[in-house]
């Protein structure tokens, strides 16, 4: 791979339960993903896709193997550590949004600069700012319930944006949407990328996976 | 995450469900109050007491008596407030023992003591009425006190006061019974003739025995005990005709006493200690107001028990309410963990909630108690009512001394109850967390 890899996976293996009752949800992953590529990770559902996504986005420990973070082995690190790097580094978009319905857009878009503790007028500025990139910034004093599906997902991703991360983790960011919000949905998310965003999408849509440079397939907790 | 921004996170979050969190605030509030309240009134209660003593002096004033009648008298006193005893036939003699002349000479010996201080009784006078004055009408006495020595200075509104010693009969009464008698300016009442009244047990006929006013005393709480003081001459003649049938020596015998002793050279312990030697107990002014207070700390201490125990259900409110608070808000807590929060800040952000639930209860537990306590306070003041004669006294006393402790300690056992739900908070993990429906 020409480009330098942001992710690298070693033997990353994850089991649930212990002896009889062990699950292995995930064998072996050996996998890269480059700086500013997209990649899709495809499965069915219990394929073990989300458990790997987890892990990718240091949400979860492995049982055994090891993931490479911009060349910083993850195992190693402490919470504290790994709570920061989610902090900074990371940006989340999920299936059924969790946002806090009776908060205003712009508090649900500052809470990471919130949680790390940014200044108040700094997180202001930058909740506009990410509000203004998904064409949202006249909302930003409704409350949040107060939204359709598709522009709460476009408020989560501006809180995804907002900490100006590395990479954007979306767990079937579509699913909770029709194709027409979908599709705008989408095109957010593309754009990001494309001014140099890593984005690993979680999806079981082939349709979306085919929009990402690169699919790492899991079938039955393996890379197939 | 800034301190800041969890504290007002933490009070958000519990004005979200304002309904659950005012009836956890109510719980800690009726614990809170009750304490608060009990810990104002003592404090009112000690502070006049302790005005009124630092008004009294009695500095090197010293009363005593045989040890078996100070043993029959505490032992009485806890027999009475329920203490079952056994029967000690060396403590427990039901006839009091008199002081002996031997006693009395081994006092006098004793460095310190000033001996023509030395005052002897057999007991109070026993009065029925008093009469007299500009009115001739008759007032029922309760308690005849005595002026046993010049170190005791009874607050006087007018005249110089009895002496002690005098072989005159002499009196002293209170602006109440001033009045009463026709002397509407208390001045008008010194140096006239007052009757004391003793009724004979067989004849049913009464005797009066005249005694000069030396002075009038201020209402307070050493009027109302005793509102009409005697000179020792007075309370003994009086003490003679209401015990003139008892045999000679039983009527001449002396049960309790009084001495001035020389207190910048001698420790009240000093003289205390050479009393006990010769078998006498003996009791300072300190002493007495003591056995007041004791009786009053053990009230305090039985309303704080009421109210700890009102304070523990509360406890048990609070974590009830964030066990709760904790379910409902799962999934925010698991993506506040996706996104870097530390279970640290989450069990913070839960215990402040905890710890505001505690303040609020107790803030409002002060205020009631501040609204309320002055409120009696006037009520019993007005024109009419009982403490109108005391004006001095409040029934409450706040002071930052009594209030700020109280509120600490609810805030800590709102903490402390708050970190169970806390912890189940700061335990979460993420996944799960937003996992769950």
Redo the contacts between chains.
């Keep these: 791979m020409d480009m330098k890899s942001l992710i690298v996976t070693k033997n990353l293996s994850k089991t649930y339960g212990k002896k009889t009752a062990a699950f292995r949800a995930l064998k072996d992953i050996d996998l890269e993903i480059g700086e500013g590529e997209s990649v899709a990770i495809i499965g069915k559902s219990g394929s073990g896709k989300s458990t790997l996504m987890h892990l990718l986005a240091l949400l979860d420990k492995p049982t055994s193997g090891s993931i490479y973070i911009n060349g910083v082995n993850s195992t190693k690190l402490s919470t504290r550590q790994l709570n920061k790097m989610r902090n900074r580094y990371f940006g989340f978009v999920f299936q059924q949004f969790f946002m806090n319905a009776n908060d205003t857009v712009l508090n649900n878009v500052l809470l990471p600069l919130k949680i790390s503790g940014t200044r108040r007028r700094t997180r202001k500025k930058l909740a506009m700012e990410a509000l203004k990139t998904v064409g949202l910034e006249d909302k930003a004093n409704n409350k949040a319930t107060n939204l359709s599906g598709g522009q709460k997902q476009r408020v989560c991703i501006a809180r995804a944006i907002v900490n100006n991360p590395k990479i954007i983790f979306a767990d079937e960011p579509t699913g909770n949407l029709d194709s027409n919000t979908g599709a705008k949905v989408e095109k957010l998310l593309f754009d990001l990328n494309k001014k140099g965003v890593t984005l690993v999408i979680v999806t079981h849509d082939e349709d979306l996976a085919k929009k990402c440079q690169r699919q790492i397939r899991i079938v039955d907790g393996e890379n197939k | 995450?800034?301190f800041l921004?969890i504290l007002k996170e933490a009070n958000q979050n519990l004005l979200?469900n304002k309904g659950r969190t005012l009836l956890t605030i109510l719980a800690i509030f009726i614990g809170s109050f009750v304490i608060i309240i009990a810990n104002a009134i003592a404090a009112g209660v000690n502070k006049y007491v302790d005005d009124q003593i630092n008004a009294i002096g009695g500095d090197g004033y010293i009363e005593f008596m045989t040890k078996s009648t100070y043993d029959t008298v505490s032992s009485y006193l806890s027999t009475a407030s329920g203490e079952i005893q056994e029967y000690n036939p060396d403590k427990n003699s039901q006839t009091a023992l008199a002081i002996t002349n031997e006693q009395v000479e081994k006092l006098k010996q004793i460095p310190g003591i000033k001996t023509d201080t030395l005052m002897l009784l057999g007991g109070n006078a026993k009065v029925d009425y008093i009469t007299g004055g500009k009115t001739d009408k008759k007032y029922l006495i309760a308690s005849v006190g005595l002026t046993p020595s010049e170190s005791l200075q009874f607050q006087r509104v007018a005249g110089k006061g009895n002496d002690p010693f005098s072989s005159e009969y002499q009196i002293e009464i209170s602006l109440d019974y001033a009045k009463a008698l026709g002397y509407d300016n208390p001045e008008d009442a010194i140096d006239q003739t007052v009757k004391l009244a003793v009724q004979d047990p067989f004849t049913k006929s009464f005797t009066e025995i005249e005694g000069r006013v030396t002075a009038v005393m201020a209402n307070g709480l050493m009027a109302s005990m005793s509102p009409v003081r005697l000179n020792l001459a007075y309370n003994d003649r009086i003490y003679d005709e209401s015990t003139k049938y008892l045999p000679t020596d039983q009527k001449n015998a002396k049960y309790t006493g009084a001495v001035e002793y020389d207190y910048e050279n001698y420790s009240a312990k000093e003289i205390k200690d050479a009393l006990d030697q010769i078998g006498l107990a003996a009791l300072t002014v300190e002493d007495e107001v003591g056995m007041f207070k004791t009786f009053l700390d053990v009230m305090v201490a039985v309303l704080d028990v009421f109210g700890g125990i009102a304070l523990l259900a509360a406890a048990i409110g609070i974590i009830n309410t964030l066990f709760m608070s904790v379910q409902e808000r799962t999934?925010?807590i698991?993506?506040?963990?996706?996104?870097?929060?530390?279970?640290s800040?989450v069990f913070l952000s839960f215990s402040l909630e905890a710890i505001m639930l505690g303040f609020w209860g107790s803030a409002f537990g002060v205020i009631l108690s501040i609204i309320l306590g002055t409120i009696v306070d006037n009520i019993l003041h007005a024109s009419g009512a009982v403490l109108e004669s005391f004006p001095t006294f409040h029934v409450v006393a706040f002071t930052p001394e009594n209030i700020i402790p109280i509120v600490a300690t609810v805030m800590m056992i709102a903490f402390l109850a708050g970190t169970l739900p806390a912890r189940r908070a700061a335990r979460k993990?993420?996944?799960d967390a937003?996992r769950y429906e």
Aim: glycine share 10%.
């Design positions: 995450m800034k921004d979200r999934r925010e698991g993506l506040d963990k996706a996104l870097g929060m530390s279970s800040k993990n993420p996944i937003l």
